[in-house]
């Protein structure tokens, strides 16, 4: 269970009004996913209301990172699910992992990753992204061979945005862990909490 009770937006302050306007009219999609019966955020979205001041900040920064990139959406969303997998967190794996097929990245990739394999991954930009990510979060920087790989198919903003987006996912993926953000109902969790 979520160690944050749940704002509903009749009780939301300014700042958490500008936190929930970011989210629901944004380029995020359908926003009904993001709102439970409650009438509160769900996923991160809901410890950003909880320090609106930052949240706000935070829930902007993610949507450049997914929205308003030179990285292919295949590529963002493969190491999305990596930072995921590498730190267990659950609801963001629940959330990206199927974003990672539908923008193409093969379901056997992401069903490796899910378990701590290697995927087989036929597509040069993905495996230099692929280990470009592995890298940088299992050692906190990466060889030159590495970097200038990943930076061959993605470019030099690429390589800032690809950074920021690791970086950024770390950040979510704690704030989910620490928060013990729930599954929907009916999910199952890919790792023990």
């Known amino acids: 269970m979520t160690r944050l009770p749940f704002i509903p937006n009749e009780d939301l302050t300014s700042e958490q009004q500008e936190v929930w306007n970011n989210v629901v009219n944004g380029k995020r999609g359908d926003a009904s996913r993001f709102i439970n019966a409650e009438g509160a955020l769900v996923g991160p979205f809901n410890a950003a209301m909880h320090a609106a001041n930052t949240g706000r900040k935070v829930v902007a920064l993610g949507e450049a990172l997914r929205f308003d990139t030179a990285i ?75 970097y200038g790989a990943a930076q061959a198919e993605v470019g030099d903003q690429g390589m800032v945005e690809l950074t920021q987006l690791i970086g950024y996912y770390c950040l979510i993926s704690l704030t989910l ?10 999910e199952t969790p890919a790792w023990p909490y």
């Not at 862990?177 to 009916?186: A, E, I, M, S, Y």
Request: aromatic content about 8%; glycine content about 6%; charged content about 25%.
């Open 177 to 186: 862990n620490t928060f013990q953000v729930d599954l929907p109902p009916g």
């Open 72 to 146: 292919d959406n295949r590529l963002l969303e493969l190491a999305v699910c990596m930072v995921g997998a590498h730190w267990k967190s659950n609801f963001e794996w629940y959330a990206h992992s199927r974003l990672a097929v539908q923008a193409g990245v093969s379901a056997e990739a992401v069903a490796a990753i899910e378990k701590g394999d290697r995927p087989e991954l036929a597509r040069a930009d993905e495996a230099a992204v692929y280990e470009f990510t592995r890298m940088l979060l299992s050692d906190g920087r990466v060889s030159d061979a590495v």
